[in-house]
């Protein structure tokens, strides 16, 4: 549903990179999507050129849209796309060998599993985060959030009790649908990831846009400035350092600076948190995707910025920050992701929501530049390992031949 097509700008790529890949290994694709994009909150222009002539069918669902991520208008809107997509199955009911669906949103990937069950064909679900489990981070009243909550727990549990096998962006994610169901299913871990050599080529062509002052480290966050990422504390954490790192005190001391990527409905609290502490932040706002890869390889180290009440597991920026090269500081709670970096060497866990533990991570990174390089090799090899999507999404290919 969030997917960016043709010449938007906008969007996420895993379905339209794994639409092309099938296409590529023999399959015949429909790529079924809103009317509306989620990103740009504006409906498309349907009769577009850049929507036909792709190497898959692209199908849109009509969708009113919505103009906030979390809202009661989106959650209708999701509801009239689920009825639509509906009739799309029965207009189409035997043009489907598998169905393969995101999830959420819960009640259009519940569309999907439940037509998949009636035309007796397999049904694979996309399990790229938790509703209703990611929601009671915003709103979570006893009881109350129970009765609200319940058609996306509803509806997820019907999904994965029908799936005929999953892939989860995190083995935590993989592993969910066994809660709901008695009978074992099929399962892979494939990340979100990105294309290597797509990241590496923005970079390049991007390299001279960035100006760095010598002497500057700069730790860099990419991606939504919302509700589960935790700005905050990176914010009062560069205060920190900022404070501690006055040129008469700490002369050799390298100066750091943290750089935000992207935009979000928390855009102008956290603006004015910086200026209220004086902090070295610079809010870039959103960036062309090939010109945040060139931002996170000119950064010295990257920072994955979460709540510690966030449902996420492993999130879609990671393959780029492991691409760029550099040392990443983590703040997220999943202990999956804890143990990746800690096993992989990659970078550094801090606890999340303290701004004393965070500062002294980035500025420890800052003084070490042979650290730094050292991690930063690591963040690369397990990028091209396990996050290029060339490589890793070949076992999604592999788990539908199975199951077909």
Request: aromatic residues 8%.
């Amino acid at each position: 549903m969030g997917v960016k097509l043709g010449d938007e700008t906008k969007g996420y790529t895993r379905f339209r990179f794994l639409s092309e890949l099938l296409v590529r290994e023999g399959f015949e694709v429909d790529l079924i999507t809103s009317s509306f994009q989620h990103w740009e909150k504006a409906q498309r222009d349907c009769s577009k050129a850049c929507y036909r002539g792709l190497p898959y069918r692209v199908v849109f669902v009509e969708e009113p849209g919505y103009a906030k991520n979390l809202d009661l208008q989106r959650i209708r809107s999701h509801r009239v796309a689920a009825r639509n997509l509906r009739a799309h199955f029965e207009r189409e009911s035997d043009s489907y060998d598998l169905i393969y669906a995101e999830i959420p949103p819960n009640d259009v990937a519940r569309v999907c599993a439940e037509a998949a069950a009636a035309h007796g064909v397999p049904f694979v679900a996309d399990i790229n985060d938790l509703w209703p489990e990611a929601m009671r981070m915003v709103v979570d009243i006893p009881v109350l959030s129970d009765v609200v909550f319940y058609p996306f727990a509803r509806d997820a549990r019907r999904v994965y009790q029908l799936l005929s096998a999953a892939v989860g962006t995190s083995d935590e994610y993989a592993a969910r649908p066994a809660k709901d169901r008695e009978r074992p299913y099929p399962h892979v871990t494939v990340y979100v990831g990105n294309d290597v050599s797509a990241f590496d080529e923005g970079a390049r062509r991007n390299a001279d846009r960035i100006v760095k002052p010598e002497g500057e480290v700069w730790a860099t966050y990419a991606g939504t400035l919302g509700a589960s990422y935790d700005l905050a504390t990176l914010i009062e954490a560069a205060a920190l350092i900022e404070r501690e790192r006055m040129p008469e005190s700490s002369p050799r001391k390298a100066s750091v600076r943290v750089k935000i990527l992207g935009d979000g409905p928390d855009r102008e609290r956290l603006e004015r948190l910086a200026e209220e502490l004086r902090a070295p932040v610079d809010f870039l706002g959103y960036a062309s995707y090939d010109l945040m890869a060139a931002y996170l390889c000119a950064s010295d180290i990257t920072v994955n910025s979460l709540v510690k009440s966030a449902a996420q597991s492993i999130v879609t920026k990671i393959g780029d920050y492991l691409a760029s090269g550099k040392p990443m500081v983590n703040t997220g709670s999943s202990l999956e992701f804890r143990e990746k970096v800690d096993s992989e060497g990659f970078g550094v866990n801090v606890p999340a929501e303290d701004p004393r533990a965070l500062a002294d991570v980035l500025a420890s990174l800052a003084d070490r530049s042979a650290t730094r390089k050292i991690m930063g090799a690591k963040a690369r090899s397990v990028a091209e390992r396990e996050f290029d999507q060339p490589h890793s999404y070949r076992a999604i290919v592999d788990l539908l031949r199975t199951l077909l």
